[in-house]
């Protein structure tokens, strides 16, 4: 590439990369859209863009699960080859200055299909162990949560033979995750994968919830959200007309109310301050049932985390009128994003004040 010539590159959930792509450049038109691969998109930045801003560019994405400056990639068989051609390429950078290396694979398939579930593992972990070796032995701390402002080289696999190579500063709390999944440890059981999602929401939103907080979910069946909030000491209200995990009835922190939503008396909220929704239905519907409750007086919902289901990409295109329909309950602080963890789907994170998060 020229010298006056720069790429970023986005990755995304399988499938998603079109509906990223839209949203990139009707929000920065003066982008070109250059590579797309299911799950990893790159775009070309004009030469009159301001360089300095890229390292901590915001691009205000839902669809981007990590993005950053784009150094180049590699395609070749052997292992040891790709590596010493990353060397090169790192020289652009100054490599003492980077403090992380991550290293991940582009999603291969839709979160939950057959198993597959986003992120680094143990593979890719001892591939970084060797392409560290290699760069800077004893510099970099590979596959690890980045601090605030450290900056880190990314080295994306896109197949076997392919990887592409680039480079950010850690802002934002998933810019600070490898390939922005947060890495979750699971208990020995989990109820449902909604327990991923649960953890993941939380630990991006940064919610301020508080030991023995009352929680609310809508659309629990068959529980693991409400496992992932009652292991972080919380009293958790379940709603949902079909059946719960019997470890979650076994709780004394637990309540299942086997109704829908529209179904409950408002006065049941009236303790309930922090408010979950994982329903399997259109986005208006979920948002009627959350509407009848945080617009009652009587109900004092501080912040809520919303599941949207993008039944078809189209629905993404109306994600703004959401999120003004949001805004018109009170609540000015609303941030979206689609989870790595979660499927054809999108996370928003409500909260009436931008207080302190935790």
């Known amino acids: 590439m020229s ?31 250059s590579f797309s691969r299911p799950g990893f998109v790159t775009f070309k930045i004009p030469a009159t863009f301001p360089q300095k801003s890229l390292p901590t560019l915001d691009l205000k994405s839902t669809f981007a699960r990590c993005y950053g400056i784009s150094l180049g990639s590699v395609k070749a068989d052997g292992e040891v ?22 290293v991940w694979k582009r999603d291969i398939s839709i979160p939950g299909n057959r198993g597959f579930e ?18 800077h032995p004893d510099k970099l ?39 922005g999944v947060y890495s979750i440890r699971l208990p020995e059981h989990i109820v449902s ?32 959200g409400c496992q992932a909030l009652l292991a972080r000491n919380l009293q958790v209200i379940g709603i949902d007309p079909a059946g719960m995990h019997e470890t979650l009835l076994q709780n004394p922190d637990f309540t299942h109310i086997r109704k829908k ?23 208006n519907y ?35 009128t959401y999120l003004d329909r949001i805004r018109s309950w009170g609540y000015q602080y609303i941030r979206s994003r689609q989870l790595a963890f979660n499927r054809q789907e999108i996370c928003i994170a409500v909260q009436r004040s931008r207080g302190k998060r935790r």
């Open 193 to 224: 994968r909604a327990y991923r999602k649960m953890e993941e929401a939380i630990r991006w939103s940064r919610l301020p919830l508080k030991p023995r907080d009352l929680v609310a979910e809508i659309g629990s069946s068959p529980g693991g």
């Open 286 to 320: 979920t948002l009627d049932s959350v509407e009848h409750i945080v617009n009652n007086k009587n109900t004092n919902i501080r912040g809520m985390l919303l599941t949207l289901k993008m039944i078809k990409w189209e629905l993404a295109a109306e994600l703004p």
């Open 141 to 179: 701390q590979i596959n690890r949560i980045a601090k605030p402002d450290q900056r880190i080289l990314d080295i994306i696999i896109i197949d076997q033979n392919h990887w592409w190579v680039g480079w950010h500063q850690a802002t934002k709390t998933f810019t600070r995750w490898p390939g």
């Open 261 to 283: 939503a529209a179904a409950i008396k408002r006065s049941d909220f009236v303790d309930v301050r922090w408010l979950m929704s994982d329903s399997n239905v259109a986005p």
């Open 118 to 135: 986003p992120g680094r593992d143990a593979e890719t972990d001892q591939l970084a162990e060797r392409i560290a070796t290699f760069l």
């Open 3 to 33: 010298d006056n010539t720069q790429f970023i590159y986005c990755c995304c959930q399988y499938g998603a990369q079109t509906v990223l792509k839209k949203e990139i450049l009707e929000s920065w038109p003066q982008f070109k859209f």
């Open 81 to 102: 080859e790709k590596i010493q051609f990353i060397k090169k390429l790192t020289e652009q950078i100054q490599l003492g200055k980077i403090e992380h290396l991550h």
